[in-house]
Nanobody
Framework: VQLQAFGGGLVQAGGSLRLSCAAS????????LAWFRQAPGKEREFVAA????????YYADSVRGRFTISRDTSKNTLYLQMNSLKPEDAAVYFC??????????????????WGQGTLVTVSS
């Protein structure tokens, strides 16, 4: 599967962005869809995940209440709505998918397929 994230850009602190992730090669027939991010010099960290069969979302504490993960099955697209952005949210954002839900869904090592990330820059 090929995953492509897009929608990043420069935004002022307090602003919003919506990231999209399109899948090609196969449909998004995965139990687990997720967003991670990686800032320069830092490890890739969990942002949000969506457990498809349960229709349940999971968020990192740092983004809960500000970010929303969602999917559009008809468009085979995953979204990340980011509101009230902070300078510390600046990073390259990646989307990923996993066929079977993992208990440690927040661990990037559980995911094999990664798309090309999209850069989010937040000015203070």
């Amino acid at each position: 599967v090929q995953l492509q994230a897009f929608g990043g850009g420069l935004v002022q602190a307090g602003g919003s962005l919506r990231l999209s992730c399109a899948a090609s090669g196969r449909t998004f027939g995965s139990d687990s869809l997720a967003w991670f991010r990686q800032a320069p010099g830092k490890e890739r960290e969990f942002v949000a995940a969506y457990r498809v069969p349960m229709r349940r979302s999971y968020y990192a504490d740092s983004v809960r209440g500000r970010f929303t993960i969602s999917r559009d099955t008809s468009k085979n697209t995953l979204y990340l709505q980011m509101n009230s952005l902070k300078p510390e949210d600046a990073a390259v954002y990646f989307c990923t998918a996993r066929l079977i839900w993992a208990v440690d869904y927040y661990n990037p090592g559980q995911y094999k397929d990664w798309g090309q990330g999209t850069l989010v820059t937040v000015s203070s």
